[in-house]
Each structure stands twice: as structure tokens, then as C-alpha cells.
């Protein structure tokens, strides 16, 4: 079974701060990675996806790819407490077939 | 963007009934249709992959005569949960890939999900 790896936290950070999130992956042949945010009780929701190495920037949200390491971040600018949530990284297979969740991390923005 | 809906939003059932949950991609047309499901502080775990017009694809251990899956056009897929029994409460997310977008860049637009109580 392929797995994506991430760290359950929580993470706590204060309001405007920076909170980094990260995801390793074992599947050399996946494409793309997703980042989704669920909030408790909800259904996951697209924040961006990243397909090639380097960092693609998306307003407060920066995500990471490297390949080479199997990893994946997402890092969020000027949190505020609205981000407080779960974290979810994704991966989708080599055969595009299937998007392979990790646990998640949970978020906390202390105002 | 894209819409999936997915109903009902929540069902309470009494064990040993048949629960039937339906996804509807709104405004796109989904050949692929992805059922997950997640129990408390888990992650989603895909159950199976429905194809339109054809059989589903089950992920190992997952039950194929329990979870009973129909996709029966482009824009609908079912999930039938056969004789329920309380271990099958969970959250049944569904979602679907807007292909018009490339399949390896495309992501998945999720369903509301649908919490399931067997009592």
C-alpha cells in the first residue's frame, strides 16, 4: 500500500505567524499532490495543488515539491485563526487513478 | 467550479436496513467516481472507484456485497450500504474528477458527505 506521511500534530501557532506544514510520500511514480483543509464535521476542501519541483504561490499559501525527497509542504502566511483546521495532503497514484490521503495535521491559530 | 452533491447529509438507520447514498457531479460529467470514508480523527480511506457503466473497483478489504456501488450515468454513482451494523457508522464522502481538466492535474471536488449512524 503507497502511503502519504504526515506529521498528526497539532501545531499551534499564533495569529500571523507562519505554519508549516509537511508530507512525505513512497510512491516515486506519483504526479501530483494536493493539500485540502477540513474543518470538523465537514467535507475536505481544495486549498492547491503542485505537480512540478519547486514552490507554486497561491495568496497566503506557498506549496513546496521535491521530488527528489519524496516531500511535500505547505506553508501559510499571516495565519489567522479561520485556518485553524485539519490539513490533509494527498497524493494521486502513478496511474492516476486514485488520490491516496495522509492523516492530516491539525492546525491551531491562537489569536 | 465544479459541484458534486451528495445526499442525504445525514441518516440514522437501525441495524441490520439498507442505507442508499447518492453523489451528483452538477455541473460536469464524471466517467470516475471515488467513494471514501472516514472514521473519527482518520483520514479518508477510499473504499472504491465507480465507473459508469461498468463494475466498481474495490480497495482490498473492502466488502463488495456489503457496500453495494451503481454508477448509472455520467453525473450519478450510488452507494448502498447493505445490512448495517453499527461498525459501519462513519463519514461517506464521495467525489469526482472534472476530467475536462487533465487527468493528473485534475483534483477531486468532494461531496458534503453523508454521517451515518447505525444504531
Known amino acids: 500500500q503507497k502511503e502519504v506521511e504526515q506529521n498528526s500534530g497539532p501545531l499551534s501557532v499564533p495569529e500571523g505567524a507562519i505554519a508549516s506544514l509537511n508530507c512525505t510520500y513512497s510512491?516515486?511514480?506519483?504526479?501530483?499532490f494536493f493539500w485540502y483543509r477540513q474543518y470538523s464535521g465537514k467535507s475536505p476542501e481544495l486549498i492547491m495543488f503542485?505537480?512540478?519541483?519547486g514552490d507554486k504561490e497561491d495568496g497566503r499559501f506557498t506549496a513546496q515539491l521535491n521530488k527528489a525527497s519524496q516531500y511535500v509542504s505547505l506553508l501559510i502566511r499571516d495565519s489567522q485563526p479561520s485556518d485553524s483546521a485539519t490539513y490533509l495532503c494527498?497524493?494521486?497514484?502513478?496511474?492516476?487513478?486514485?488520490?491516496?490521503f495522509g492523516k492530516g495535521t491539525t492546525l491551531s491559530v491562537s489569536s | 467550479g465544479a459541484v458534486v452533491s451528495q445526499h442525504p447529509s445525514r441518516v440514522i438507520c437501525k441495524s441490520g436496513t439498507s442505507v442508499k447514498i447518492e453523489c451528483r457531479s452538477l455541473?460536469?460529467?464524471?466517467?470516475?467516481m471515488f467513494w471514501y470514508r472516514q472514521f473519527p480523527k482518520q483520514s479518508l480511506m477510499l473504499m472504491a472507484t465507480?465507473?459508469?457503466?461498468?463494475?466498481?473497483?474495490?480497495e482490498q478489504g473492502v466488502e463488495k456485497d456489503k457496500f453495494l456501488i451503481n454508477h448509472a450515468s455520467l453525473t450519478l454513482s450510488t452507494l448502498t450500504v447493505t445490512s448495517a451494523h453499527p461498525e459501519d457508522s462513519s463519514f461517506y464522502i464521495c467525489?469526482?474528477?472534472?476530467?475536462?481538466?487533465?487527468?493528473?492535474?485534475?483534483?477531486?471536488?468532494f461531496g458534503n458527505g453523508t454521517r451515518l449512524t447505525v444504531t
Open positions: 455541473d460536469f460529467q464524471a466517467t470516475t
Open positions: 510512491d516515486r511514480g506519483s504526479q501530483s
Open positions: 503542485i505537480y512540478s519541483n
Open positions: 465507480s465507473n459508469e457503466g461498468s463494475k466498481a473497483t474495490y
Open positions: 467525489s469526482a474528477r472534472d476530467v475536462g481538466g487533465g487527468s493528473y492535474n485534475s483534483p477531486l471536488h
Open positions: 494527498a497524493a494521486i497514484n502513478q496511474a492516476g487513478t486514485a488520490l491516496i
